[in-house]
């Protein structure tokens, strides 16, 4: 077999311009979350297979990288089935691993607890523009929070991280899942065809309404239903505030706290007044993954013409490891979307600020003092980094520890010299 120098297909190779570009986001990344008091974790690549297809992962089950056992425990050719000889695969994405994770190590770990996490994961997906088969994600999540201020929380600490990369106008666009479940059972449809009709409706912005009602046709519910379902959303379309006409129209079927909440964290997050982005309430907003108990988002962002991450509520997914439910939720950066908006914008990524000492023999006090603190200050200004230290018996010692440190440039003043 003839050696191949092209990467696997839906793979690719990073080189060093683009890999300066994702070190820097990754940093700002890191950064901004941290202030929001997220703490970095790891979990490795390869999960348990069992806990890949617990149906908690949509879509994303079908397209497993799965792995062959080892050894004597892989036999082939006695195997009647999958699961014979594949007992791990790849990770999909990093909430599954994330829920293991603080099943593993509750005990251990603050409450709430607030996790960044960033890593490669692999989907056998069909690879186009910003999507491959091998790619990076980076997820903040709340485990332990069972009020909206973890929602409120994570859209904050995300659209800052967005705010700092020098994005501008787009959009957070906002649901719930109880609310598409009261749309959907006022409109008459049983509740074991939500997902059906959900599947259906998520496809919206791409079939338009004509489409959605003619796929629900197809799929055999009563025009009647159908009819009464996208008339609401014909409605809705037409309201200033589409969460309080919701909440009036579907009385009795939506519970009001489910309004009220959503409508609290959407005011909340706006009372901020950031320009970089607005809160959009979008009932036709499903998000595909089946683990989603409440709120729902997604950033939108005009210039890629898709989503560049999401996230939501998934409540009752811890509970599926240990047995008791615990309040979680988490926001998803689409972090290959957004490098590449970066590079086809031509971002450049700035360049540190140069590091000088000034380096002040003892002795040195008064306005001699004062004028070398206020020339420190200019250059601060000016953008440079600058240290201002007493100067060390072993000089030399000094301006290699600082040298190592990054400093390229020393001043030094000496008491003799300022008298001059």
Known sequence: MALSKKPVT???DILPQEMQ???????VIRETYGKFGFTSIETPCVENLANLTSKQGGDNEKLIFKILKRGEKLNVAQAVTEEEVADSGLRYDLTVPLVRFYS???AQLPAPFKALQMGSVWRADRPQRGRYRQFTQCDID??????NLAEIELILATTTTLGRLGFRDFE???NDRQILKAMAAWSGFAEDSFDSVFITLDKMDKIGVEGVEAELL????????????????????RQENGVAYLAQTLEGVLEPSVAEGLQEIIDSVSATRSADFKMVFDATLVRGMSYYTGTIFEISMPQFGAACGGG????????KFTGQDVPACGFSIGFERIILLLMESGFQVPKPPKKIAYLIEKGVGGQALCDIIGRAQEARQDGSQVLVARMNKN???????????GYEEFAEFYREALKN
Not at 312 to 319: A, H, I, K, T
């Open 312 to 319: 939501g509520r998934y409540d009752r997914m811890v509970g």
């Open 104 to 106: 593993n190590n509750a």
């Open 172 to 174: 957070i666009r906002i």
């Open 395 to 405: 000089k030399k010692f000094q301006k290699e520890q600082l040298t190592a440190e």
């Open 142 to 147: 709340i485990l332990g929070e069972a009020s």
């Open 218 to 237: 197809e799929k055999g519910f009563a025009e009647e239903t159908v009819k009464k379902y996208l008339g609401l959303y014909d409605s809705l379309g």
């Open 10 to 12: 839906g793979m690719k």
């Open 21 to 27: 570009l994702r070190d820097y986001v990754a940093g």
